[in-house]
């Protein structure tokens, strides 16, 4: 009598417990998810900032000879070797530019529904980055380069633009003032609300790149330049 007792009590005993741990889930959990606010915000930034460096990629073409060269002779593939050699020896002297390497590649036409190979193409560029006062050094480089590419019949050096571009620091100054916006957003809708708000997530992302470009280095670049910079926050009030 006693055992059954006993076994009746903790019967009764886990009844109320699991009656509890239900009662909390679904009616107090349910209530208390029910008084959270999920709020999306869209911030942006901006600041003029004087530009730091110049960005150039010289791009090397075929000429019309070697388009329509179905075969190279081995003069021709020593001209274009030496051709490089001489441009690469300046950019490692200048240290403006990286050394480039070239690719020669066979260019077919479709007669009569066929496949010919009429003639080969030239593939090569070259990534330039320096300082805004090492402006004339570039130019000088680039236009030995191009005396160079002029005296070989087989390819060009393509009219290279520039670009200005802000460094690292000015787009981690943006991030630091959209961190500024958010937790003012943050405080501000908790007054309003009268509730506990946290930043929940915070991503950056732009519309634009950095950079701003020019057809050559003889217009007129401006003294500063604007950098834009976007976030998505999301608050979480309770």
């Known amino acids: 009598m006693v055992y059954v007792k006993l076994v009746l009590g903790v019967a009764v005993a886990l009844g109320v417990f699991i009656g509890g741990l239900a009662f909390e889930r679904f009616v107090l959990g349910k209530h208390f998810r029910g008084q959270a606010l999920q709020v999306a915000l869209e911030l942006q930034e901006s600041q003029q900032v004087p530009p ?3 960005n150039a990629h010289l791009l090397f073409s075929s000429t019309n000879t070697l388009l329509n ?4 002779s081995a003069s021709q593939e020593e001209s274009l070797k030496e051709a ?3 441009i690469n020896r300046l950019a490692r002297e200048s240290q403006l530019c990286q050394e480039t390497s070239y690719s020669v590649r066979p260019n077919y036409s479709f007669v009569d529904h066929k496949q010919t190979l009429s003639g080969h193409r030239l ?16 130019e000088q480089l680039r236009d030995k380069i191009a005396k160079i590419a002029a005296d070989n019949e087989l390819f060009v050096l393509n009219t290279p633009a520039l670009h200005l571009q802000a460094d690292s620091q000015d787009r981690t100054n943006l991030q ?3 961190v500024s916006q ?7 809708f908790s007054k309003t609300l009268k509730k506990q708000c946290h930043i929940k997530n915070l991503s950056f992302y732009t519309h634009e790149d950095s ?4 057809a050559s280095a003889h217009e007129s670049a401006p003294r500063s330049m604007q950098l834009n ?5 999301i608050l979480r009030c309770f």
């Open 229 to 233: 910079l976007n976030a998505r926050l």
């Open 69 to 72: 060269a179905p075969e190279l």
């Open 123 to 138: 593939y090569a560029s070259m990534a330039c980055k320096f300082g805004v006062a090492k402006i004339a050094e570039y």
């Open 84 to 86: 490089f050699a001489q």
């Open 176 to 178: 630091n003032a959209l």
């Open 182 to 188: 958010a937790q003012a957003k943050r405080d501000l």
């Open 211 to 214: 950079f701003m470009r020019f």
């Open 52 to 54: 730091k460096t110049y």
